[in-house]
């Protein structure tokens, strides 16, 4: 089975710039979520989607938002980039949101750098 | 605010020692708790996961967690560590009622010396 695929690996950004990072789920997964992880810290959530539609969503402002489309790839698009945007992305994706027991499958992420 | 606490950042011991990570989470509800192993350059992995039933839950390569209700804590456990467990390990909750939202803690560096 193919698992989850992020790109780009690597991006190096300016303040005020927007950014979008991809995410493929894995195959039979519907619902990907996003985490932030900086240095030194454990991921954070962001938000996850589920069929396209967002379903929950953590403490970041709204200029952190995302897509799903419907072969449930997934995009986080981040508005008027800030320093402390600096951090690696993590997407993961899971078989189905309805059951919290199930795993999450994590990327290799995209480490995003604000210049 | 639910949270989750690792409270070792670093741990450094030789292969054959025995290890315990320690994990408190804070939430009053029922959850579902994971243990996730980042090794150096890799993608974070499921270790092991707690859902229900028996509170010793086994991963794979020789771990294991205990759930403690009234402790609020999921420690992990190994025996005997080799130097290939040098990683970084997560501690994870998602509350039951929220599917949606793993809380991780700021895991907890572990370093092997041949």
């Known amino acids: 089975e193919t698992g989850v695929t992020q790109s780009p690996t690597h991006l190096i950004k300016t303040r005020g710039q927007q950014v979008t990072l991809r995410c493929s789920s894995q195959?039979?997964?519907?619902?990907v979520s996003w985490y932030q992880q900086a240095l030194g810290q454990g991921p954070q959530f962001i938000f996850q989607?589920?069929?396209?539609?967002?379903?929950g969503r953590g403490n970041f402002p709204p200029r952190f938002s995302g897509l799903q489309f419907p072969n449930y790839s997934s995009e986080l698009n981040v508005n008027a980039l800030e320093l402390d945007d600096s951090a690696l992305y993590l997407c993961?994706?899971?078989?189905?949101?309805?059951?919290?027991?199930?795993?999450?499958?994590f990327g290799d992420g995209t480490r995003l750098s604000i210049l | 605010a639910q949270s989750v606490s690792q409270h070792n950042h670093h741990v450094i011991l030789s292969e054959a020692a025995s290890l315990e990570l320690g994990c408190n989470y804070s939430?009053?509800?029922?959850?579902?708790l994971f243990w996730y192993v980042q090794y150096p350059g890799q993608h974070l992995q499921l270790l092991l996961k707690?859902?229900?039933?028996?509170?010793l839950v086994k991963g794979i390569k020789g771990f294991e967690a205990e759930f403690i209700k009234s402790k609020f804590s999921f420690n992990l456990r190994k025996p005997s560590v080799q130097w290939s467990d040098t990683a970084e390990y997560f501690c994870?909750?998602?509350?039951?009622?929220?599917?949606?939202?793993?809380?991780f803690g700021s895991g907890t560096r572990l370093s092997i010396r041949p």
């Open positions: 993961a994706s899971s078989l189905d949101r309805r059951y919290s027991n199930q795993p999450q499958h």
């Open positions: 195959s039979g997964h519907n619902t």
């Open positions: 989607y589920y069929r396209e539609e967002e379903n």
């Open positions: 939430y009053g509800g029922t959850v579902n």
């Open positions: 707690y859902f229900s039933g028996d509170p």
């Open positions: 994870a909750v998602t509350p039951y009622s929220s599917a949606s939202k793993i809380i």
